[in-house]
């Protein structure tokens, strides 16, 4: 652990998808993960990370890192869609947060060392987009009560739509930000990133931008 963590001011950690690997001379996304977080504990960004099969382990070691120091950040890079997180093609979206659900013991530790100042950043392909994103963001962040950020759009190096969301409040990004093709209702096709569309980043920003 790095001195941000021995401080008290909190622990930053990010999990990744290691499960995508390629095939031939396709590059596997994972790889890019574990770059990424390579590079940003290298640039004093991150505390600690962990490759992860899947969301019982995922949550079990966020549940755990570090024993009882709180978690200031929380970064999830891997793959998702309309309103879930998904390691390894298993979700995890508003039945998971249930109080019954089998990841709820890790849920409600997860949610006890986080506080309204801190960030569950889902660095995932339009998680946040059309109805079903939205109401995925507005449970997380009340379930975890943090502040929330994610995607819209398809992301890669450049990220668009980035929106984060506070505990108690509505979203205030459209539903169909981000739609090719479908409704809100029942969303088909999401957009690649572009630099010029809404509340776009690169990878390489470790912060999320005022105003998003």
Known sequence: MNGNARNGSGLRVMIYD?????????????????AGAALYSALGRLD??????????????????????PLREVQ????????????DGAS??????????????????????????????????????????QLFARSLADRLNCRVAGHTYIIGAI???LHSLNPGKSPGWRADEGLLSGTPATPK???????????TITFLQGRIPEGF
Not at 108 to 121: C, H, T, V
Request: aromatic share 12%; glycine share 14%.
């Open 76 to 87: 999830f890079w891997g793959h998702g869609k309309w309103g879930r997180l998904m390691i």
């Open 92 to 133: 995890f979206d508003v039945t998971s947060l249930e109080r019954g659900s089998e990841h709820a013991g890790h849920v409600d530790r997860i949610a006890s060392r986080l506080s309204p100042s801190s960030l569950f950043w889902s660095r995932t392909c339009e998680t946040f987009g059309a109805n079903s994103g």
């Open 159 to 161: 990220q668009s739509g």
């Open 18 to 34: 290691r499960t995508c690997g390629g095939r031939g001379w396709r590059v596997g996304l994972s790889r890019a993960w574990w």
């Open 189 to 199: 096709q999401a957009a690649w990133s572009m630099p010029d569309a809404p509340n």
């Open 48 to 69: 600690a990370s962990r490759g992860v099969d899947n969301w019982t382990d995922a949550l079990k070691w966020l549940a755990t890192v570090g024993g009882d120091t």
